[in-house]
């Protein structure tokens, strides 16, 4: 009796387990998009999707996503998702420099209680030259100003009429 009552507390205990191990499905990347410029750096941005099926202990089911650039991390960061939907959530992440040329692209992955449950190893945004320089707001402010006081001069300017 002793015997069959420890293999079934054993059973539960490592129920329990199992079910605390199990991880959200449906794991994907859409949207995915972005740019590497010559000097100015390069961005990342898109969507991660999953299903949440486990409780983490918070009443969520938490995956960690990260993005990686020749062995270095560049950016982690948890979504917390609703249990039984699914769960969408956006990146839009800015890095100064070129994509290292150790490896072809970023490495984007994400992770469920620990365990890599899909991954980009290469994610190359398009190349594209540095975008032209745009005017600082004190350059629009005089812009408009000048435009103000140049309509404003002409509004007022009296027209005379001579007769013969």
């Known amino acids: 009796m002793r015997k069959t009552v420890l293999m079934g507390a054993a059973a539960f205990v490592a129920l329990g387990v199992a079910s605390q191990a199990g991880a959200a499905t449906g794991f994907s990347f859409e949207n995915l998009g972005g740019a590497e410029y010559d000097t100015i750096g390069f961005n990342i941005v898109g969507d991660a999707v999953f299903t949440g099926d486990t409780d983490d202990g918070s009443g969520t089911d938490d995956v960690t996503f990260e993005i990686w650039d020749d062995g270095t991390q560049l950016f982690s960061t948890s979504f917390a998702g609703v249990i039984g939907v699914e769960n969408t959530f956006h990146f839009d992440e800015w890095f100064p420099g070129l994509i290292k040329q150790g490896a ?61």
């Not at 899909?118 to 408009?144: C, F, K, Q, R």
């Open 104 to 164: 072809a692209g970023v490495g984007l992955y994400l992770y469920d209680n620990g365990a890599l449950v899909l991954s980009i190893g290469n994610y190359n945004p398009p190349h594209l030259p540095d975008p032209g320089a745009i005017p600082e707001p004190a350059t629009w402010a005089m812009l408009v100003s000048g435009f103000a006081l140049a309509g404003a001069a002409m509004r007022t300017r009296r027209q005379r009429v001579n007769f013969a």
